[in-house]
């Protein structure tokens, strides 16, 4: 079983960037298709982006595409999510997730693994 801690939240003015990082403990994160969440407050949970488990390729919402970059450090158990140009909308919560499914998952309900959540307040 995966224990996951986000880290990296703040606060950023409108065009400005961040890189939040999910730290793995318990096992190994390269067992496990990744996905980086984030919800606001009075909506629902979206995804964001993922890392697939069978081939480590990663993939994108529309919405964060030429943005933000999720990427994994196997020698630290990591995975982040760089997250430039940030916008007011891009203001929420921001959960890492890990899946023991080897496709790519963009539900919630797709993941096992959850870490505690990170905030990210982008201002106009």
């Known amino acids: 079983q995966v224990q996951l801690v986000e880290s990296g939240g703040g606060l950023v003015q409108a065009g400005g960037s961040l890189r939040l990082s999910c730290a793995a403990s318990g096992s190994i994160l390269s067992n496990y298709g990744m996905g980086w969440f984030r919800e606001a407050p009075g909506k629902e949970r979206e995804f964001v982006a993922g890392?697939?488990?069978?081939?480590?390729?990663?993939y994108y919402a529309d919405s964060v595409k030429g943005r933000f970059t999720v990427s994994r450090d196997n020698a630290k158990n990591t995975v982040y999510l760089q997250m430039n140009s940030l916008k007011p909308e891009d203001t929420a919560v921001y959960y890492c997730a890990a899946t023991v499914y080897f496709s790519a998952k963009v539900q919630p309900v797709g993941y096992e693994y959850w870490g505690q959540g990170t905030q990210v307040t982008v201002s106009s």
């Open positions: 890392i697939r488990r069978i081939d480590g390729n990663a």
